[in-house]
């Protein structure tokens, strides 16, 4: 018995010819390119998995953002509110400043050199408008007295003028009018 085995070569020509070698070379690379294909869409198919997770987290993120702007509208409202309101002062105060530093000298004249009591005080453009009263007729006159002698007044009128013997006390209101408020 002979143990010799056959090949049987059905393409042209012995041994390994070209075309041999370039079918060989064909499967080959083939199977690399197949190989390389699928470790290229597995790994991108295990790549989503970290994706999918980070653009979960990025959502959450998104959406406690969202909650805090929405808090702090609230309060961006209230400190625009509040700058605006501080604009319109810092617009105002300059003449402002001057009238607090009148009202400060009429208070030196009421509370300081006199024996006077507010009983009230109204306020309108350049007038002031003061209801007082005093002990005696002495210091109702020093008190206008010592309004004239105020820088910037204009004009001084006592509107009334009135003796409650039943309480020991004279009333009066007095305008004052500045020239430059």
């Not at 390389?36 to 790549?47: K, V």
């Not at 987290?57 to 501080?86: A, F, N, P, T, V």
């Not at 009202?103 to 009591?117: E, G």
């Not at 210091?139 to 820088?151: F, N, R, S, Y």
Request: glycine fraction near 4%; hydrophobic fraction near 40%.
């Amino acid at each position: 018995m002979n143990n010799k085995s056959s090949n049987i070569n059905l393409i042209k020509g012995k041994g390994d010819g070209f075309l041999d070698k370039f079918i060989k070379w064909a499967i080959t690379t083939g199977r690399i390119v197949v190989i390389i294909t699928e470790i290229i869409s597995l790994g991108a198919f295990f790549y989503r998995f970290p994706l999918d997770s980070k653009i979960n987290d990025l959502k959450d993120i998104i959406k406690q953002d969202e909650k805090q702007l929405s808090e702090l509208e609230k309060s961006e409202k209230k400190y625009m509110d509040i700058q605006l309101r501080l604009k319109r002062i810092s617009e105002i105060e300059p003449v402002s400043q001057k009238f607090v530093n009148k009202l400060n000298l009429l208070k030196d004249i009421f509370f300081v050199k006199n024996r006077l009591a507010f009983n009230s005080m109204s306020i309108k453009d350049n007038k002031i408008t003061i209801s007082t009263q005093t002990d005696s007729p002495v210091d109702a006159k020093k008190i206008i007295t010592e309004i004239k002698k105020i820088a910037g007044v204009k004009k001084i009128s006592v509107d009334s003028f009135s003796n409650k013997t039943s309480i020991s006390k004279i009333i009066m209101t007095i305008n004052i009018e500045f020239k430059d408020i």
